[in-house]
Every structure is written in structure tokens, then in C-alpha cells.
């Protein structure tokens, strides 16, 4: 079975392309690089330097003696992508080739727009290349919590039953994502689904939390495997970032109260979550959706966490509660479902005290790496917080 | 009062800026021409050529004093909006500016695309100017009750009171449009609720029913002020079409078994609407929407009544069942609420038999000049249906 993954150059895309590859699926990378152009963009980088995707490819051939294909080229280029799906003819493809950072996507107009552009239009040009040439492929496309926003009701997956007026019907969840990042993923979620809907295409949306974590046991295999870990305000999630604080002994910088609620998952549990929804495809015609997290914390209380492991491990360290750079309620219900990849077979690996300490001393390793001026928020949602930093 | 209207040379634009100036609000007019090279590239063309609209405004301005301003340029152009809002510091922007038709979007991969990066980046690009240089403007937009699709339920004006397992919440009305443009409304609407919520601009998102009609008040004071009419597959809505095939003496084509039900709406009403939601603007941080259309009929009770009409004219015509090349639900529920306009004082304009009267005394005046041939739809939703017309 041939599998592309679409943005096999990131933090969750690289593992998962080495993890099916150990399955024995046939493996076929698209990047453009546009993150790492980010990355320079806004004087960022990982917390340890990566070998080219290139190399990176030939270290696991050698580890393993697995191949994998690389295709560069950006979803935005149709032609590039009807030619590699032509040629590729893909059974799964897992779509990751996204910009991902809501905070770069509220800097200015420009930013917004190219989020925009290049989520949407991407995955628009994927869906028709998919019509002409793999039709009866299963898009495994990831999006986020982050779209549903934070609604005074449980989160369904996806779709729920609104009985209205003495009728009912089963309707796509409302969403109220949470910037112009968010946005770029609810405005494919209604493209996809339409063209599940009117083209019999096949889709898993896997709505995912925040993920946290390092390593998996693929690129634990060499030095050279390992995948881009980040711990700036761009790139960084929360858990990930208060380790690097902790580590480098700055405050654990947290948003207004840190009372908001969020769904967190290992990385190690969304590779487990993508391969159950690629061996349990999709219908034709239908687009499920997908709640892919483990558990919710508040973010003071994984904050709390950090700073707890690291008090047993003698590393004392402090929080910070920074104006919300945000715009989001912080006071509020959080309940989203979860249940349909604990059906299909997800056996959680939940947030322990020995995962946060296997962070502390990986994150600890490369100290002397930390920036920690790129840390502290420097981009609000607001007019008023940000005026000096919109730019055209 | 100063209003800026985008895509004031459209069908709709044109009109509203001549009914708004007769009220003695100041009109600028912005318009990049998008439609009419849609035209070039479809070869269709209105009923009745139009004068270029910086010779429409000199007779407007003869006719009655009043002068309108013009700015010809894109919204996908930033560097111009920006410009534009700078320089006239509108009070209230009425948004026309899209790409308006769905089977164009249709057609195609290049067309989908153009339709959500017009649509989509246009006005990501207008809400950025609006925040730098207006954000106390009231931004009136128009959307289209096709992005709520079919639901089994009562369509609420925007968003729905849901109640589920004990809790609830107002929550955005969920969302199923038929095509990519109906889609590129949807993802309009989200950007700007997005807008509303974090940057407190102010909006009104009318999602407006099938328009017909052909003439005002204003457009009658002059034959060079008429707008355009199209009765083609691309741009003619329902009933304009079955009008001009009534008069051109070919079958009235209705799709599929013609029970679907869709909301309409006079010309004439859609100009009382905007000013109505002109003169009650949201307020500051507010998203609103109405559901602008004034009565519900089935596409083959519009053709009947079109034949009925044309029977006691003495032109006698026929309806031919087609199939259907949209992909859409033939029997369904439909039902949307459409108070909020009433509330601020609409008074609709019913279907008649005096105003297709009217239509079809119009349109035979203009016979010669219909190309039958551009009537008869060309483009499918799905892929079997227009597998040779698919470009990329």
C-alpha cells in the first residue's frame, strides 16, 4: 500500500512518515519547506539542527533499508501535484502540508493571506488532483480542536444532532475557530466534506489537539532521525514550551489566567491515531471527523505539571501569567467528545510524570541551545495590543 | 454619509449605488470588471449591452446631480484597498464584490480556485484595510442563503439556539453549501464573524435568496442606466431565465424534477434590504445576519407560473425535466426564518403575476438578441457527469 505524506518535513509529518515505514507501507514524502522558511522569517529554529529531508532519507535507508520517496513541491503549484499524484497513485494520502502556527497566521495582512492561500488553495488543488488520478484514495487530512472554539456544549465529532423546532437533523458542529490559522482548517473542512459530498472522494478530518513530546521510537533510531522540536512563540505548543522555560531557567510564561482548557496528545498517539484511521478508511463519499486528543488540562495546570517534575528533579522554576495575547475565553466549559479512535482501537499514552521528566532531560541535553528571547509572545490578536506590528 | 459599493458595475451593485444616491448618501464605486471578462471567457453576455460605467455614472450624473466616485481596481489587490479606504473613509461598505456564480465555479479546478481566492482573499483583504483605516465602517456583505444547503430544520438568521445533553448555546447556524462558490461565502462569513469577534469591526452578512427582476426606479430614468441581465447558464438566475426562454419560444429547463425549494427575492427588495440594514448598523464587535429574501416557491412552480403568465399573454411555452447536473437534494425541508429584515421595516414586493408580466414584456422587447445557446447548462457538480469538461 502506497502512503504520501504531505508535509513530511515537520514536527508531526517526518515521524509519521518513519513510523508507517516500519509498518511496511511504501512511503512517499511532499515538502516545499515553507515552515522552515517561516522559520528564518521570524529568526526562529528547532531546538536541535536537522539534517536536510534529503539525507534524513538516507540515514533511514541505512537504519532500515526501507526507501523513501521524496517529491519537493508546493501544493499551491497544481501542476506539481496533479504530476505527483499521477505518478505516485497513491492509496492514502495524509495531509499535514499546512502552515501551522496560529500566532504567525494574526501578525499582519500578509501573513494571514498566505495562511490562507496556501491551506486552502493547497488542499483545493489536492482534492482535484485527487478526482483526476486517485479517486478511491483515502485523504487522511489533519485539522484541529482549535476549530470548534470553546461552545457552552459538548464537542461532537464532527457533527451533531440539533433537534430543532419539533425537527431534526444531524448537521456539521458549528465552529468558532480561533484565528486566521484556524480558520484556514474550518474553510477546508467545508471544501472537503463538499467534495466528499458531490464527488464520492473519501476523507478522515482529524480534529487534533496540542501536541506535545520529542521522540517516537523511529526517530529515536539515530541522532540523525530526530524531528523539529520547537519551543518558540510561533512554532512552540504549550507543553513543549514550558519545558524549554523550565529548563532554561525562565518563567513558565502562561496566557492571561491559564484557566482555558485544551485537549493535548502525545506525538506518539497521533502517529498511533493516523495509522488506525488509514487501516480503517473512509467510505466513499463520506468525510469523517475525528476528535484526536487523549486528555484536557488547563494550560496553568500543565504549567503546574512542569513545574512539579521539575521540583522532584531538583530543577525549581516559577509561572508567569502574561497578558493573553489571545483573543479566547478563559473562563469557560470544555467537553469534546473522543471516543470514535478509542473505538477503532487508540490505546492512550496519557501526560505521567515520567514523560515530562523524558522531556526535562532531552530538552536539557541542548540547554545551551535555548533562545529564549524567542519565547515571550510577541504577537497579539487584538488591534489595539499589536497596532505597531500589523503589517501590509 | 459616504458608501462605498464593491462590484457596482454587477447586476445588483449598479442598481443599489444609484438607489443609495438618490437618497442623498455620497457613492463611490469599486469594481475591477471581474464579471464581465467571466462573460468574455463563457461568451455570454447581458440581455442588453451596457455602457462602460465611467460613461453610466456621466448620465447618471446629467440625469439627476448627483456624481459617484469610481476607484477601478481588486480587492486581491491590498496595496489598492488600502488605498481606496484611506483615501474615502466610508462610513459603510456595501460588498458586492465577488465572483457570483456557481456553476462557473463548477466548472473546474481553475475556477474553484479563482472563485475562493477572489472571493476569500478579496475580502480577508478588505477586513485588513477596514481595521487600519475604517474600523468603525459598517461592513454590509452579501452572501447567499445557499450556504446553508438543505438542512431538516428550521434555517435560523445566522446562528441557532442549540440545546444538547442538558447545556446550550447560541451557536453559527451549520453550514452545507452547494458549490465552491457557495462555499467561499461560507468561509467569507466565518472570516468576518472572526473579524467582528476579535477586532470589533461591524458587520451585516445577508445571506440574500435567488434575485429576479430587471429594472428600478432608477435604472428606468434613462435607457443607459439599465443594469445587467443575464438568462444564461453561467449568471441567469431561475426565474430570469425562464422569462427569457418563455419569450425566445424554447422549453423552460428546469432541473431534475424542479421540487427543490429555494427563497427569492425582487431586485427591488434587495435595494430596500441594504438600506434597511444601512440605517440600523450592528454595533461595534457585532456579526449579524439576516436572511434577505421575501418568499419560498419550487424551481417548477417558478417555471409554471412563467407559463401561466405567458398563457394569458398569449405566448405559449413548455417546461422540459432536464437532469439535474447539480448535485442536490430534489425533496426536502425548507423553511428558513426571515423576520429580522421584516422587523426593520421591509416591505417585500410578492411574486406577481403583473411583475412577470412586467419581466416578460421587458425581455421581448430584447429578443432578437438572446443566444439560445448559452441557456442550457454545460457544467455538472459531479465527475462522471463533466469528465471532459475538467480543466486544470
Redesign the interface.
Known amino acids: 500500500m502506497k502512503i504520501l505524506v504531505l508535509g513530511g518535513d515537520g514536527y508531526l509529518g517526518w515521524p509519521t512518515s518513519l513510523f508507517l515505514s516500519v509498518k511496511g507501507y511504501e512511503i512517499y514524502i511532499i515538502d516545499d519547506f515553507s515552515k522552515r522558511k517561516i522559520e528564518l522569517e521570524e529568526g526562529v529554529i528547532p531546538l536541535e539542527s536537522l539534517l536536510p529531508l534529503q539525507e534524513r532519507i538516507k540515514v533511514w535507508e541505512k537504519s532500515t533499508g526501507r526507501a523513501i520517496g521524496i517529491h519537493v513541491g508546493s501544493l499551491t503549484n497544481?501542476?506539481f501535484i496533479?504530476a505527483a499524484l499521477e505518478e505516485i497513485q497513491p492509496d492514502v494520502i495524509v495531509h499535514f502540508a499546512e502552515q501551522p502556527s496560529a500566532p504567525y497566521s494574526m501578525k499582519?495582512?500578509s501573513q494571514?493571506?498566505y495562511t490562507?492561500?496556501n491551506n486552502?488553495?493547497g488542499t483545493?488543488?489536492l482534492l482535484?488532483a485527487m478526482?483526476?488520478y486517485c479517486?478511491n484514495a483515502h485523504l487522511v487530512k489533519l485539522g484541529t480542536l482549535g476549530e470548534y472554539g470553546t461552545?457552552?456544549?459538548?464537542i461532537?465529532e464532527g457533527y451533531?444532532k440539533?433537534?430543532?423546532?419539533g425537527?431534526?437533523?444531524l448537521?456539521?458542529?458549528?465552529?468558532?475557530?480561533f484565528s486566521?490559522y484556524h480558520?484556514s482548517k474550518?474553510?477546508d473542512s467545508?471544501?472537503i466534506?463538499?467534495a466528499c459530498?458531490?464527488?464520492?472522494l473519501r476523507a478522515t478530518d482529524l480534529n487534533q489537539g496540542v501536541v506535545y513530546g520529542i521522540d517516537t521510537a523511529e526517530t529515536r533510531m539515530d541522532p540523525d532521525l530526530k524531528t523539529s522540536f520547537h519551543y518558540d512563540s510561533i512554532f512552540g505548543t504549550a507543553l513543549n514550551r514550558f519545558v524549554a522555560q523550565l529548563v532554561c531557567g525562565v518563567p513558565l510564561t502562561v496566557y492571561g489566567s491559564g484557566r482555558q482548557e485544551r485537549g493535548i496528545i502525545n506525538l506518539i498517539d497521533t502517529m498511533q491515531c493516523i495509522q488506525l484511521a488509514i487501516e480503517n478508511p473512509a467510505s466513499r463519499g463520506e468525510c469523517r471527523i475525528f476528535n484526536q486528543f487523549t486528555e484536557s488540562h488547563s494550560i496553568l495546570g500543565l504549567a503546574k505539571k512542569v513545574l512539579s517534575v521539575g521540583k522532584n528533579m531538583g530543577i525549581n522554576g516559577t509561572v508567569e501569567h502574561i497578558r493573553n495575547p489571545r483573543?479566547e475565553q478563559e473562563d469557560h466549559?470544555y467537553n469534546p467528545v473522543h471516543t470514535k479512535l478509542v473505538e477503532l482501537g487508540l490505546e492512550p499514552h496519557f501526560l505521567s510524570e515520567k514523560i515530562i521528566e523524558g522531556m526535562i532531560n532531552r530538552v536539557t541535553n541542548s540547554r545551551e541551545a535555548i533562545n529564549t528571547e524567542t519565547i515571550r509572545p510577541k504577537i497579539a490578536?487584538?488591534?489595539e495590543k499589536n497596532r505597531l506590528t500589523?503589517a501590509?
Not at 461552545?151 to 459538548?154: K, R, S
Not at 459530498?197 to 464520492?200: E, L, Q, T
Open positions: 497544481h501542476r496533479y499582519g495582512r494571514a493571506v490562507q492561500s486552502v488553495i483545493l488543488n482535484f478526482r483526476s479517486p461552545p457552552n456544549i459538548d461532537e451533531i440539533i433537534q430543532h423546532k425537527r431534526e437533523d448537521l456539521p458542529f458549528p465552529k468558532q475557530p486566521f480558520l474550518v474553510h467545508n471544501n466534506m463538499f459530498r458531490v464527488w464520492g483573543v466549559y490578536w487584538t488591534m500589523i501590509r
